[in-house]
């Protein structure tokens, strides 16, 4: 089972994934990133990528999506809070683009 991280373990996580930051407070916090694409095309083939990787997971982010960029939010409803798992999913969502 899932935990939550403190907040100590979130930004020494987050130092290790550049491009996230962390977002909102108390219930509605999660880490973030806003990935930036050449046209719509691009930006919805990484979501496709992204959904087919949350799926296996079972660990779904929130999106924003938009003609040339994409915000994910990663948090874990179980545990109201960030978890190891968001971190996990985060660097899968950046190794789709390495």
Not at 43 to 67: E, K, Q, R, W, Y
Request: charged share 20%; with cysteine.
């Amino acid at each position: 089972m899932s935990r939550a991280l403190t907040p100590t373990q979130i930004v020494t996580r987050l130092a290790e994934l550049p491009g996230w930051k962390l977002s909102g407070d108390g219930a509605d916090v999660a880490i973030e990133r806003t990935y930036t694409f050449a046209n719509y095309y691009e930006t919805i083939a990484f979501v496709n990528a992204l959904a087919f990787i949350a799926h296996a997971a079972d660990h779904h982010p929130d999106l924003s999506v938009h003609f040339n960029r994409c915000v994910v939010r990663f948090s874990t409803h179980d545990v109201q809070g960030i978890s190891d798992t968001d971190f996990a999913c985060a660097a899968r969502a950046d190794a789709l683009l390495a």
